[in-house]
């Protein structure tokens, strides 16, 4: 009889099942870490996948345009503001408004922040960085003030025309930095072709998550910081333009 009473009595412990509840409950906050630790690594390795590609086909497209076109001076085909710029080169122009641009308080105003846009049955959209057929090169014609150019927006005839290098995916990419140069010693007198520095700056477009020049993304720690979907990357290339010099 005793022999059964104490088979009966065998279980856990009260500190045993306690200890089985800490360790279980250590193992799923491990188990949740893990998963928000991939998740994250995913969602930025996804971020800077639609950079790279977005990167490669600015990249591609300028250096085509580039090789098609004549040499020129950047004194008349190379038009910036505070808020974006224009590239003319020959057949095709490039557009773009800078990530700043998108978040200044003073839009619609009469000056160089005004973001660039066209018209949409929805209202007006603005452009990031498009691609818009203009032989003329009527996009970089300098206004009466000899800085801003003559077309602010895109004309409305051409609204159907402007091609958006930077579409949103997943995530806003935007231009944060587009810049040209050109120097003496990249022109080739014997071919007429010259040589072109184009760097740019493209990353995600939430400005609280950027440093003030918006080259790079906040620490992580640091209040407003998004290691999650914040990337900043800069390009560089150097491509040749033309048989003579306009």
Request: aromatic share 8%.
């Amino acid at each position: 009889m005793n022999h059964v009473v104490k088979q009966m009595q065998k279980g856990f412990t009260l500190i045993e099942l306690m200890l089985a509840m800490a360790f279980i409950s250590a193992l799923l906050l491990a188990i949740a870490l893990t998963i928000l630790q991939v998740g994250t690594i995913y969602n930025r390795g996804m971020t800077l996948k639609e950079v790279n590609q977005a990167s490669r086909s600015v990249s591609d497209d300028i250096t085509r345009s580039m090789a098609g076109s004549q040499a020129f001076s950047l004194s008349n085909k190379y038009l910036t503001t505070s808020a974006g710029g224009r590239l003319c080169l020959g057949q095709n122009t490039y557009i773009w408004n800078l990530g700043k641009a998108f978040a200044n308080t003073a839009l619609g105003t009469a000056n160089d922040q005004n973001l660039v846009s066209y018209d949409t049955p929805a209202g007006k959209a603005p452009i990031r960085f498009i691609k818009i057929a203009d032989p003329a090169g009527l996009y970089c014609v300098k206004g009466p003030d000899g800085i801003l150019p003559l077309y602010k927006n895109i004309r409305a005839i051409d609204t159907n025309a402007p091609i958006e290098m930077l579409k949103s995916g997943d995530r806003t990419l935007t231009m944060h930095q587009f810049k040209v140069e050109s120097g003496a010693n990249g022109y080739d007198s014997a071919t007429g072709q010259q040589l072109y520095n184009v760097t740019f700056t493209i990353g995600t477009g939430d400005a609280s998550a950027l440093t003030t020049d918006r080259t790079a993304c906040l620490p992580p720690g640091t209040p407003n910081s998004d290691f999650s979907y914040c990337t900043v990357q800069q390009f560089s290339l150097v491509t040749r333009a033309g048989n003579r010099v306009n």
